[in-house]
């Protein structure tokens, strides 16, 4: 058997040279919505880290899905921690990861962006996923430098504030840091004239205090859409893989309440005004519901990938398109948040 980090490698070189399912996204024509001024066929998405370096992009449209994040993308590029540093926790369902954003860097995943849309297109919304180097000695002025490269290039960019496997993936959950960081990013994208969504990214591991405060400054900032949530590192008791002591981030399974709690939280801190994007631990159809209904407008899968197989996008939309005719909504947009009705 290959090694985790080997075995994911192959899969998106799979898809990259065309291999995998071949769906399209407008198939269910009631989970089509518009989310800050972008139309979403299908509110399914691959969530960052699958693709970091926009290798993949047509292969990944394939899957189905109704948007793509490429990324985590640092300025420069870098090689990330040591390996091993990906770990299946196959009786979980789960994974532990420390990648530490290695990537090829900014210009680099730009071009590959740039030439995609330019040869194909993907008819669907590209966002990326920013995030500092860790040897950055002024991580704002990373994310700066990657706001004024990729604005002009893509339909989002996501903030991630949450990475738990770099030093400078941590610093911007102190509030007055992560206050001047959103000013200063407003500013950059301004300055481009292109005016991409801004997209936060949070991990479950804040006290409900700190959360609060940072959806605060948030939404203040007039961000977009918050995606809830990034890898925990967090250990629940009921992990029974061998792997379970590794260091790192944990997905999967074991973070489907977690991230659950989080969606409900945030969305009525902010009265579900704001979209949220739900992700942790999506196996199936139904538990992409559970998300929708606690106040997620869109979701993103990725361990749920490597344990259910491509065909996971597809048969998610499939049953939501049924739960949407069983529950009696008309489409997707009115089971967003529903769970808070009732
Ligand atoms: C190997 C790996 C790499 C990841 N890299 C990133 C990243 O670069 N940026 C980011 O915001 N999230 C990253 N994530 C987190 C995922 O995007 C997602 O938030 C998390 O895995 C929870 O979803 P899941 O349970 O469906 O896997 C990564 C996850 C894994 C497993």
């Given amino acids: ?99 530490g954003f290695n990537n090829d860097g900014g210009e680099a995943v730009l071009e590959r962006l740039l030439r995609h849309r330019n040869e194909k297109g993907t008819g669907r919304p590209i966002g990326v996923n920013m995030a500092a180097n860790a040897t950055s000695d002024d991580p704002a002025q990373d994310f700066v430098d990657l706001v004024t490269l990729f604005a002009p290039a893509v339909d989002y960019l996501t903030i991630d504030v949450s990475c738990p496997n770099t030093e400078n993936g941590q610093v911007f959950l102190e509030p007055r840091a992560l206050e001047d960081l959103l000013a200063r990013l407003n500013t950059a994208r301004n300055d481009t004239g292109a005016r991409p969504a801004m997209v936060a990214k949070l991990a479950p591991d804040l006290e409900a205090a700190h959360l609060a405060e940072l959806i605060e400054i948030i939404t203040a900032a007039g961000i977009d859409a918050i995606t809830l949530c990034n890898t925990t590192t967090a250990r629940p008791a009921t992990l029974r893989s061998p792997h379970a002591g590794q260091r790192g981030g944990l997905s999967g399974a074991p973070l489907f309440e977690m991230s659950n709690e989080m969606l409900r939280t945030v969305y009525q801190q902010t009265n579900g005004e704001v979209p949220l994007v739900g992700v942790g631990g999506i196996q199936s159809g139904a538990d992409a519901y559970t998300k929708i209904r606690a106040g997620a407008s869109l979701v993103q899968v990725y361990t749920g990938l490597v344990y259910a197989g491509p065909g996971l996008i597809q048969a998610i939309k499939r049953d939501l398109a049924a739960f949407l005719v069983r529950d009696g909504f008309a489409n997707i947009a009115e089971a967003v948040g529903s769970e808070h009705q009732t």
């Fill in 1 to 99: 058997m290959f090694p985790t980090e080997t075995g994911h490698g192959l899969a998106l070189r799979g898809l990259a040279s065309g291999f995998g399912p071949r769906e399209s996204a407008d198939d269910f024509p009631t989970l089509d919505q518009t989310l800050f001024g972008h139309r979403f066929a299908n509110p399914v998405g691959v969530s960052a880290g699958f693709d970091k370096n926009a290798v993949a992009i047509a292969g990944v449209a394939r899957l189905g899905g109704g948007f793509i994040e490429v990324g985590g993308v640092t300025p420069r590029a870098q090689a990330g921690n040591p390996r091993p540093r990906l770990f299946r926790l196959t009786p979980d369902r789960a994974a532990i990861n420390r990648m």
